[in-house]
């Protein structure tokens, strides 16, 4: 019977003693060793948070969620989430809770952001706080943000890319089919009269082949050459009748009144023979029919020359054409 009692009383004091241990490891585990600080945050949502749910400084834990209370705040219901935190933990006063999940599979926590001020939140403060991020509403965001870009980017993207496939098929049709077809008879034609249009080239090439050849002829050395001579003594003719057409205005210059005086004098006797011209005309006219008909006789009778003239009177000759009786 003693053996019985020992036995149970071993028992109970282990089942006491595992009990306690879980007891302070699960404190541990949550944060709750030891003296903590009290702090609140205020949140609109507080889907997945409740009593328990672990508080991380920086992704350190440092304690839990206490309690969750919901008020009313200008016509809407606000929650105030109570935390405990490690005592003596120095929280900045610009630092902010969010509420967050950290994996998939984890459950709503809430992470404190450690802020830049040196000033540190008292305990009982109000910890700024931040969006609430649970997987749902992340998954939220995402999908408007999809729902978004789709409505203000892909939509148009779509109707721009069918407008322009539209636009490309109505250009096809009405422009590049009627091109097309231009085209074939276009090319139908060059092919029909392609080899008459090489022959024509063929010929024309060989007569600018032998028209090339006569032009290299006619470019010689010899005439080059004289060609050469040809502008120099041109040069030479240009340059004599520059040094005369020089002298001339020096000549001009030096006789002065003598030369103005000679051309007058030159005009006046131009102008008498022109109006004796005619008569003066006429006098040579009739000198050279008598000369031509004393020549004819000369030819004819050389003796005439030798005997007296009036026996050759004598013989009455015809008078001589255009002679004065």
Known sequence: MTNVRINLV?????????????????????GRAGATDAYYTIYANVTGLKYGSQVFYEG??????????????????????????????????????RSVVTSFLAPQTIAIDAGKSHNVLPPGAMITAGGVGG??????????????FTAQSLVPLVSNLDREVNMVGDIIDHDLRPIVGNANT???????????????VDRASS????????????????????LDRFIANADRTAQNLQATSTDL????????????VGIADFRTSMDIFATRADVIADNLSTASRNFEEFSRRIRGNPGLLLRNPAAADTAAPDPLPGSAR
Do not use: C
């Open 10 to 30: 071993v028992v109970g004091a282990f089942v006491l003693a595992s009990l306690a241990s879980l007891i302070i490891v699960l404190a541990v585990l949550a």
């Open 60 to 97: 350190y834990p440092v304690g839990q969620v206490e309690k969750i209370v919901p008020f009313n705040e200008a016509g809407r219901v606000r929650f105030r989430v109570d935390m405990s935190v490690t005592h003596g933990w120095k929280i900045p006063d610009d630092s902010v809770a």
């Open 135 to 148: 997987l749902l509403d992340s998954l939220s965001g995402v999908a408007t943000t999809v729902d978004n």
């Open 186 to 200: 276009i090319m139908a034609a060059a092919a029909e009269h392609v080899p008459g249009i090489l022959h024509n």
């Open 207 to 226: 007569e600018f082949a032998a028209a090339s050849g006569r032009f290299d002829a006619l470019l010689s050395p010899e005439r080059v050459a004289a």
């Open 249 to 260: 205005q020096a000549l001009t210059h030096d006789s002065g009144d003598d030369l103005r």
